[in-house]
């Protein structure tokens, strides 16, 4: 058994939608540097334009526009990747928002905006890239779809942010779905459910960051290292006989406190 090989992902074609920052620019560094062809899609394109340019540096990285809310953007995308690449081995959903708002004033525009970008995008996503997906998989190596759910939606938490964990939840729902729905296709599907990781959407959790770091039983949050090793397990051969799993990245939170 050669174990390089094994983690390996090199020469793999992969797509990372919300890559321009957070758990998506961590799983997309470690993507590059491990030697597969990335794509990055950002709704704000000088984000991605600039991260790519980076990391081309690195390997392969190419930034695209897209903005997954809307109803047409899961077809724009598969579009543009459809026009590049037959081929597509993994497929990061990444994208998200979140809301967040008291029980009486929580808006209508607020829950619809968190639904459709972490339900329906990465329904539809799947769904459009479905043929670049059959087309570069195979029984002893499968195409992958790696969710990204969170340990929010396995837990209650404690932030009025209704929508999306109520979002993630059926992230982890839809991941077991889908997973049902493409195995004879020889397509995996399994989510990632982080916990506290550094990046935008959590900056403002930072501000209680010692008490936070106190209820984690490992005493810590989470590193880039630790997104990115499970990342690349999925995609690689090592993590081809998983699939419809649901796995907490979150130092045990959600599960031992």
């Not at 936070?212 to 690689?236: F, K, T």
Request: charged share 20%; glycine share 10%; net charge negative.
């Amino acid at each position: 058994m050669d174990i390089e090989q094994l983690f390996s992902i090199r020469g793999k074609v992969a797509l990372i939608t919300g890559g321009s920052r957070g758990i998506g620019e961590m799983i997309a560094r470690a993507y590059v540097a491990a030697g597969a062809k990335v794509y990055i899609a950002s709704r704000k394109v000088e984000a991605g334009d600039a991260l790519a340019a980076e990391l081309s540096e690195l390997g392969s990285c190419t930034s695209l526009q897209a903005d997954l809310g809307q109803p047409d953007g899961a077809a724009k995308l598969a579009a543009a990747i459809a026009e590049r690449e037959p081929e597509l081995d993994v497929l990061v959903n990444n994208a998200g928002a979140s809301w967040g708002a008291p029980f009486e004033d929580y808006p209508v525009d607020g829950f619809d905006k968190v639904m459709n970008v972490n339900v329906r995008g990465v329904f539809l996503l799947t769904q459009a890239l479905a043929p670049q997906l059959r087309a570069a998989a195979s029984a002893q190596d499968p195409a992958r779809v790696i969710d990204i759910g969170s340990i929010d939606g396995i837990h209650v938490p404690d932030l009025p942010t209704y929508a999306y964990s109520a979002s993630k939840a059926a992230v982890h729902q839809l991941t077991r779905h889908l997973a049902k729905e493409l195995v004879t296709d020889h397509i995996t599907v399994n989510a990632i459910a982080p916990g506290l990781f550094p990046s935008k959407m959590t900056e403002v959790l930072f501000e209680h960051e010692a008490e936070l770091i106190g209820r984690i039983p490992m005493g810590r949050v989470g590193q880039p290292e630790d997104i990115a090793g499970l990342a690349i397990h999925l995609a690689s051969r090592a993590g081809a006989y998983m699939t419809g799993a649901v796995i907490p990245v979150d130092g045990g939170f959600a599960t031992l406190k």
